[in-house]
């Protein structure tokens, strides 16, 4: 099947050119759930714009019958971070004209949900899909209000600008995939949010981590968030709903590469989760997820470990390990300017986890990330 393919302008540069965001809509033919894929958010983390490229030439072999619902795809969705250059380096984390990290810049509705009860009262005895097109609708209105700011003569900063641009095509989405990487080197893995354990097994991945302590206005939270809370406002009258609604960040690897099984990994956790939903239809998909054994962790259990001296990164415990409390994790040697010899400190590790997250600098500041350790 071939998609649609769609190009929206994103923004006008001083030069005159424009950059643009490319939407490939793959169409079923059986209505469906809408499944949104974006990657490179982060302008380091190419790895998932692999996954796009391959998921496209897969789904080009495939027919519509074999398809209910939607796939969008936006690989590059951040044209701003992917093309930012310090030397040979992406650094493309941050909006450096607003001091912004890309990744938390999202319109969360829940922020001002401020009558959830009483929008909750008035659904108790309605049916769940009903309930789902009700608060969606009133989602999109309070969402459809920042167009009018953006068309005022005042306008918006770019990251507003940015921000609704992607989040225009995919606030309705059923579910939700947004790609990553680690900046540094890291392990590949997956932030799911609560109740959603099940689901995140169709993945394939080592381990999950449960967004169980927010950043903020990152697009995957801004997305299910408000889902959540009118779930828990539900629990707190009675009455259970889940909705079949889902966010997901994948994590494939290191900052600036594509690893060939971070790719795979991706690509086939991506493939078999459209499987598990029913969106793909095809049954010649192997499934390994019934017996992969998932690890679970929450974000509030990670440790990230910084320099407590500046100088150099030296002997660290390999990415991937496993330490108990009180091994040692680096060690950092640093040269003093007080006319006495150099010094090297040894860290270790204050509680027992996996190592799942190193810098790719060895010379660190004082206050700089060295490691990342989850329990
Ligand atoms: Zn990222």
Redesign the pocket.
């Known amino acids: 099947m071939l998609p649609v393919i769609e190009t929206i302008p994103l923004r006008q540069m001083a030069s005159g050119d424009r950059l643009y965001l490319q939407l490939y809509k793959f169409i079923g033919a059986q209505p469906g759930k809408k499944v949104y894929i974006q990657s490179n ?2 302008g380091a ?1 190419i790895a998932g714009n692999a996954v796009i490229h391959q998921l496209i030439e897969f789904l080009l072999t495939i027919n519509d019958t074999d398809l209910a619902g939607e796939i969008w795809l936006v690989p590059v969705c951040n044209p701003m971070g992917t093309n930012e250059r310090a030397h040979h380096f992406s650094p493309g ?1 941050y909006c450096l004209y607003e001091a912004k990290n890309w ?1 938390r810049i999202f319109w969360d509705y829940e922020k001002e949900a401020d009558n959830l009860i009483v929008f909750t009262k008035s659904q108790l005895n309605i049916d769940p899909k009903v309930v789902r097109q009700n608060y969606l609708t009133i989602i999109q209105q309070q969402f459809a209000k920042i167009l009018g700011k953006i068309n005022s003569p005042s306008g918006v900063p770019y990251t507003e600008l940015f921000g609704y641009k992607l989040q225009n095509i995919s606030l309705d989405a059923d579910y939700l995939i947004d790609l ?2 680690s ?1 540094n080197q890291a392990l590949d893995y997956l932030y799911y949010f609560r109740n959603r354990d099940d689901s995140a097994k169709y993945f394939g991945f080592d381990f999950g981590i449960l967004l169980d302590k927010y950043d903020g206005d990152a697009f995957d939270e801004a997305f299910i968030k408000p889902w959540l809370a009118l779930e828990a406002c539900f629990k707190e009258l009675g009455r259970d709903i889940k909705f079949d609604v889902e966010a997901w960040t994948l ?1 494939l690897g290191s900052g600036m590469q594509m690893n060939p099984d971070s790719v795979a990994k991706g690509l086939r956790g991506v493939k078999n989760y459209l499987v598990q939903k029913g969106v793909l239809q095809v049954s010649n998909l192997s499934d390994d997820t019934k017996t992969h054994e998932m690890t679970f962790t929450s974000s509030s259990k990670r440790k990230k470990y910084y320099a407590i001296a500046g100088g150099m990164i030296q002997s660290r415990i390999e990415l991937g390990s496993s330490v108990k409390a009180g091994d040692k994790l680096y060690e950092i040697f640093s040269f003093n300017k007080e006319g006495k010899l150099p010094s090297v400190i040894h860290v270790c590790a204050q509680q027992d986890g996996l190592v799942y997250d190193v810098a790719t600098n060895q010379a660190v500041n004082e206050g700089e990330f060295v490691l990342g350790i989850v329990s």
Do not use: G, I, P, Y
């Open positions: 958010l982060h983390e984390r990744n990553h990487t900046t994590e």
